[in-house]
């Protein structure tokens, strides 16, 4: 599969649009701010880790008209704001919001506290609820954009020692159906991205936490109908598809990138 925004035989344009990817310094969120650059647009990149997140430019292009990072937890309201009033002073408007920012954790309930489950719930379905919520004017504003929620096969269905991750990805897969009913009649379309399981970091560290992760992977991997494990560009074709004009007839839907481990 080609990387770049030229992808099934179509090319995505995103010059003069401005788009902002949350958790965008690895994995998927890096995949598809690299496509969106690829195709003209400016990226706005925010992430928790200044470290990373400043490599992540670097690698991308020089910071500057295009490409800038900005330090920001999306668990916390108040930066949700401040990712939104960024974007606008940079660049002066909003056309596309990906929230891919995410975290995850397997515990079973009754060892999970109150403050693991309120970091997942947090950042997982609070945050991309108050990133649209401060977005949407200025999308109403620009007559029109494209919101992509980053969910998860654990927003369709339930995965085991997963409880709290499948109640914020599935509330986010909800939402973004609901969003999608109230901001149609504006020329704003929301759709969810449900990948599986996605060879980033995130599953780096998960697999640290395991008491044999070599055989944990090994059973992950044999667990898929196509027998591997997903690509971070992968995923990030498809956010690149709903974000562009390709895309202008879809709203409301939960696109599942995995493997078909949701099939049946």
Known sequence: MTSDANLFGCQFDFSKKVAIVTGGSSGIGYETARMLLAGGAKVLLTGRDEIKGEKAVRQLG?????????????????????????AIEL?????????????????PIENVTEKEFDWMINTNLKGPFFVCKYAVPFLKENKGGSIINVSSDAGLQGNRLSSVYCASKGGL?????????????????????????????MLDKDLKTRSDPEKYLETLTGSYPVGRL????????????????ISDFVTGASWSVDGGITAG
């Open 91 to 107: 660049y002066g408007k909003i056309d596309i919001v990906v929230n891919n920012a995410g975290v995850f954790n397997a515990n």
């Open 230 to 245: 997903g690509r971070p560009e992968e995923v990030a074709s498809v956010i690149c598809f709903l974000a562009s004009g």
């Open 173 to 201: 897969t909800i939402f973004s159906k609901a969003l999608a009913l109230d901001l149609a009649s504006y020329g704003i379309r929301v759709n969810c991205v449900c990948p599986g399981d996605i060879a980033t970091p």
């Open 62 to 86: 020089e910071p500057g008209q295009k490409l800038n990072f900005l330090k920001a937890d999306v668990s916390q309201p108040a930066q949700c704001k401040k990712i939104i009033s960024s």
